[in-house]
Structures are given as C-alpha cells and as structure tokens.
C-alpha cells in the first residue's frame, strides 16, 4: 500500500539542526511532489515547502528561505528536510505528504505520520 | 495568521448538518481549487475533499464540498459523533508558489 514512514522524534537544543526523513513506499517516488507541512502544539497547519523528487527542484516558504534544505534520495525513495538554527518556536510535528500537482489543483493525498521536534 | 479564514469552532446535534467557511483571496481560493482535511487530534490529516467537490474513495457522500470565487464551504450532513475533528481548508496560492492552510475549525458534536 503507499505509505510514507518518516523517522522518530528528535530533540535538539536551541541553534542546533534537525534532518527529518520520509522513506516513500507503494507508489513511483519520482512521480509525485513531496511537501512538508509542520504544526506547532495547539495551532494549525503551516506549509513549509516541496520538493520535485523526479528533478530536486525545490520552492520554500518565505519565513523558512535560508534555514531549510529539502533533498532527496531517489535510490532509496526517501525525501529529506533540514532545518537548521532552531528556536524554541520550531518545536512542532513535522509532515511529509505526497502531492498531487495539476492545473489549479494542489493537493496531498498521503500523509506520513509526523515527526515530532522538540527545541529545549 | 493564516492566510485562509475559517471560523474557530463549528457545532451540531447528531444527524444535523452543518457547513464549515473558508475564505481567501484572488491569489489562492480564486485562482485555484480547494481541498479539506480532516484532522483527530494526535493524528496526522485525512484528505476529505479535493479540486472543490471531489472525494477520495472511502469518503462518504454526506461530506461535500463546494467554491464560489475567493469562498468555499464544506458541509456534512447526517452528522456522526466520529465527525468530532479539525477541519482546514486548503489551496494552492499563485504569489507563493506553494500552498496556503485555513487556521482549521474545530467541530464539537453535541
């Protein structure tokens, strides 16, 4: 079945980087955008930008430009996020979703089950 | 502050219906279609909707989805205790080149 599996929680210090991983599985992993989506504890969802994994084309979130890195692997069908100089404000569930990308139409029909990152 | 409104909190009775507002601007809802999820606490979000009105297999047709320029709405029907979540909406944004959320309403059945 397609699943993406991301990896287990993290806690890091203030100023310190986090790698979040997200292992694709039941599906072409080169064919679908990948797009990470965090949500801080009690507030609502933030996308925080994709990856194209056929050509590693990558487009960020204004307030992330300059502290994300979003690669990928594609012999290993794993995509990756990096984010770094982390602040308090950056604790938060970090997701990984496959998106569908057409004409006027963007949206993300698996979801991986989130990687908790703690900032203390 | 999220670029898509909803309103915080939405309610109703068992077999109710009821419809959760989203709205946006000529950049997001008015230049590309809408999406919902479905979001229980603890959980990552379900796809609910997709493009306005259509719904992934394993949805039932009590939820729907409708878009009217920079507007969108979902309403469920019959409304079950299993419908108690958060819902966000969701669209595309032409001046982010990404995607913009809805601050999520949170849906409290009676």
């Known amino acids: 079945q397609v699943q993406l599996v991301q990896s287990g929680a993290e806690v890091k210090e203030p100023g310190a980087s986090v790698k979040v991983s997200c292992k694709a599985s039941g599906y072409g992993f080169i064919g679908y955008y990948m797009y990470w989506v965090r949500q801080a504890p009690g507030q609502g969802l933030e996308w925080m930008g994709w990856i194209n994994p056929n050509s590693g084309a990558t487009n960020y979130a204004q307030r992330f430009q300059g502290r994300v890195t979003m690669t990928r692997d594609t012999s290993i069908s794993t995509a990756y996020m990096e984010l770094t100089r982390l602040r308090s404000d950056d604790t938060a569930v970090y997701y990984c979703?496959?998106?569908?990308?057409?004409?006027?139409?963007?949206?993300?029909?698996?979801w991986g089950k989130g990687t908790t990152v703690t900032v203390s | 502050q999220s670029v898509l409104t909803q309103p915080p909190s939405a309610s109703g009775t068992p077999g109710q219906r009821v419809t959760i507002s989203c709205s946006g601007s000529?950049?997001?809802?008015?230049?590309?279609?809408v999406n919902w999820y479905q979001q229980v606490p603890g959980t990552a979000p379900k796809l609910l909707i997709y493009?306005?009105?259509q719904r992934p297999s394993g949805v039932p047709d009590r939820l729907s989805g409708s878009k009217s320029g920079t507007s969108a709405s979902l309403a469920i029907s019959g409304l079950q205790s299993e419908d108690e979540a958060d819902y966000y909406c969701a669209a595309g944004d032409d001046s982010l080149n990404g995607v913009v959320f809805g601050g999520g309403t949170k849906l409290t059945v009676l």
């Open positions: 000529s950049s997001n809802i008015g230049a590309n279609t």
């Open positions: 493009s306005n009105n």
């Open positions: 979703a496959r998106c569908i990308v057409g004409v006027k139409a963007y949206y993300m029909d698996v």
